[in-house]
T-cell receptor, first 113, second 113 residues
Framework: EAQVTQNPRYLITVTGKKLTVTCSQNMNHEYMSWYRQDPGLGLRQIYYSMNVEVTDKGDVPEGYKVSRKEKRNFPLILESPSPNQTSLYFC????????????FGPGTRLTVT | AQSVTQLDSHVSVSEGTPVLLRCNYS??????LFWYVQHPNKGLQLLLKYTSAATLVKGINGFEAEFKKSETSFHLTKPSAHMSDAAEYFCAVSGGSQGNLIFGKGTKLSVKP
């Protein structure tokens, strides 16, 4: 089944404790992206990747890191999480180019206390 | 630059009555436009997309949307609401070569019995 998977689905952590949210897709997509969703703000892009070893900042990259060492994986790293990073996070992937449908993972709900 | 404005944060309809969710966009390019749906505790699912073919686009579950360039609008409609349509709906625009999506802030649809 074609899908985007994320782990963990739920995470509660404390300020400053490094964490990684994994994202993997099995559709051989070049493009991958991370979003955060907050009430009343919709989805905002954190980082995206056009291909292996190619990443770029989205609209809200502060406090986040990403890497793209393999085509199928695009982990999101919070090296020192803070409470304002409490949010619902989505990973998405698509073929490259305009007009391509993005496929979304199920989401990771992160709480930083 | 691209942007999306969803004109209503919350729409409430009765089961069996028409649904109208409004979306205006701004784009420097010839845009590709999308509607996604998010059911509670789920990821985003594509309803339909416009990519410069027919201006009236039909999607899943009886939804359709009409691209109106003169009005910079891409409103989502359905003739008869079902209880299962209760969800949050996001309009998105993609105008750049990278395929990045810019999302609106979402419209929550409630369906009353």
């Amino acid at each position: 089944e074609a899908q985007v998977t994320q782990n963990p689905r739920y995470l509660i952590t404390v300020t400053g404790k490094k964490l990684t949210v994994t994202c993997s897709q099995n559709m051989n997509h070049e493009y991958m992206s991370w979003y955060r969703q907050d009430p009343g703000l919709g989805l905002r892009q954190i980082y995206y990747s056009m291909n292996v070893e190619v990443t770029d900042k989205g609209d809200v990259p502060e406090g986040y890191k990403v890497s793209r060492k393999e085509k199928r994986n695009f982990p999101l790293i919070l090296e020192s999480p803070s409470p304002n990073q409490t949010s619902l996070y989505f990973c998405a992937s698509s073929l490259r180019g305009r007009g391509r449908e993005q496929y979304f993972g199920p989401g990771t709900r992160l709480t930083v206390t | 630059a691209q942007s999306v404005t969803q004109l209503d944060s919350h729409v409430s309809v009765s089961e069996g009555t028409p649904v109208l969710l409004r979306c205006n966009y701004s784009s420097s390019y010839s845009p590709s436009l999308f509607w996604y749906v998010q059911h509670p505790n789920k990821g985003l699912q594509l309803l339909l997309k416009y990519t410069s073919a027919a201006t009236l686009v039909k999607g899943i579950n009886g939804f359709e949307a009409e691209f109106k360039k003169s009005e910079t609008s891409f409103h989502l409609t359905k003739p008869s609401a079902h209880m299962s349509d209760a969800a949050e709906y996001f309009c998105a625009v993609s105008g750049g070569s990278q395929g990045n999506l810019i999302f609106g802030k979402g419209t929550k649809l409630s369906v009353k019995p």
